[in-house]
């Protein structure tokens, strides 16, 4: 593994509070759709003790592609999904729940990671001393990071509010908490939120950037999971590029992104451009929009936890 893979970031190791992490997600199909799997594993590794991938039945080299990671601390687990279960995105839940239940026994803390999301090496110190100063305090059940969404390109993010802002990425390493729902978040049984702590750091979602090409792959495969094949036929285009102009709003990125990132930034193929002045929203969207801009509170927002300060 090249060391571009690897973060430069890595925490002390005198600062370390004894404690086991187990990394999980879930992979089926990553290549054809161009996930950015690799990066997203390696984004968190260095934080983790073990990492399971559940690598589901693929057509594509999926599961090739995933042993080609070849490293000591990832554990692949092969499972099969039950494509009937489409209402709601369901199948994704239960995939996320089979790795859950494949990690070490032992693990204090469960890191989940999508397979389009990443982590910035400056937020990996962050995490850990979230993780170990709520290690012994079993209020707290879970960690909740902000979001960047990217869309189009590397160089624009969402702000409007089709966009969550927070959602839980660690968890206690409980049998009672459960992936709810798409997999977005979780939940404890019998379907309680979880009382969640801010670990102050940020999850780079990277779900809307890659060529129109993959992207319109992307798409094909996420509809699936949610409509029958009725539904695909009727409502969700047959067209070979994904039209990125159908967007509400999006705001400039100035930031950086993690290391990991670099290489796939640097073999970007396509171009996207966006007036981040347009605006295509309603009245009502705009203000509520507005009210957020100005305030920093959005509106009726939904929320899978219940986020307390400690």
Same mark, same amino acid.
């Given at each position: ?32 759709? &161009?996930?950015? !799997? +690799? ?9 983790? #003790?073990?990492?399971?991938? /559940? %690598? ?25 999904? &039950?494509?009937? !279960? +489409? ?9 996320? #729940?089979?790795?859950?239940? /494949? %990690? ?207």
């Amino acid at each position: 593994m090249s060391a571009g893979c690897r973060s430069a970031h890595r925490p002390p190791a005198t600062a370390f509070i004894k404690m086991y992490v187990s990394g999980f997600t879930i992979a089926r199909n990553v290549v054809k759709a &161009d996930y950015p !799997l +690799r990066e997203a594993v390696f984004s968190i590794l260095d934080l983790c #003790d073990e990492f399971v991938i /559940a %690598v589901g039945n693929s057509d594509d080299g999926t599961l090739e592609f995933v042993q080609s990671f070849n490293y000591p601390k990832i554990k692949i687990i092969e499972t099969v999904w &039950d494509d009937k !279960l +489409r209402t709601g995105g369901r199948v994704l839940a239960v995939e996320t #729940d089979k790795a859950k239940a /494949a %990690v070490n026994p032992k693990a204090d803390w469960l890191f989940y990671i999508q397979a389009d999301e990443c982590v910035h090496e400056k937020d990996l110190p962050v995490i850990r001393a979230a993780m170990e100063k709520h290690l012994n305090n079993h209020q707290v059940e879970g960690l909740l990071f902000d979001y960047l969404h990217f869309y189009g390109s590397y160089d624009y993010v969402g702000d409007s509010r089709r966009w969550y802002r927070h959602e839980i990425r660690v968890i206690r390493n409980r049998s009672d908490i459960f992936s709810y729902r798409d997999a977005q978040g979780f939940r404890k049984l019998p379907n309680d939120k979880l009382t969640v702590a801010s670990c102050g750091a940020k999850m780079y979602h990277y779900g809307w950037v890659k060529h129109p090409d993959a992207q319109q792959q992307k798409q094909l495969q996420f509809h699936r999971l949610w409509h029958n094949d009725e539904y695909m036929e009727k409502k969700v285009a047959a067209a070979d590029t994904f039209d990125y102009s159908n967007i509400d709003s999006l705001q400039k990125f100035n930031g950086t992104h993690p290391a990991v990132l670099q290489d796939r930034i640097a073999r970007m193929n396509w171009s996207f451009d966006f007036d981040i002045s347009r605006k295509k929203m309603g009245l009502k969207s705009r203000f509520l929009h507005w009210i957020e801009q100005k305030t920093g509170w959005r509106v009726g927002e939904y929320r899978n936890y219940r986020l307390k300060q400690f």
